[in-house]
């Protein structure tokens, strides 16, 4: 039986209105949505990350994907 992998992706809206998404791997669940919205606000505020769409402007969503990783012996 695989791993389960947990990635929290938060999608920005960047000022050329592209996608620029931050990824965090194994996040502290249970997701709060609320923290994870001020924390985005602040992000964007901050003026903290660009892209190479340029600056971040508006938030776009926020999903936890959780897959599963089989590795197999060559």
Do not use: C, H, W
């Amino acid at each position: 039986m695989g791993s389960k992998v947990k990635t929290l992706e938060l999608s920005f809206v960047t000022e050329l209105n592209k996608t620029a998404t931050i990824s965090i791997e194994q996040p502290k669940e249970p997701i709060d949505v609320e923290r994870v919205k001020a924390a985005m606000d602040t992000i964007i505020q901050q003026g903290a990350l660009t892209s190479k769409s340029g600056k971040l402007v508006a938030k776009k969503d926020v999903r936890l994907i959780e897959r599963t990783v089989n590795d197999y012996s060559l």
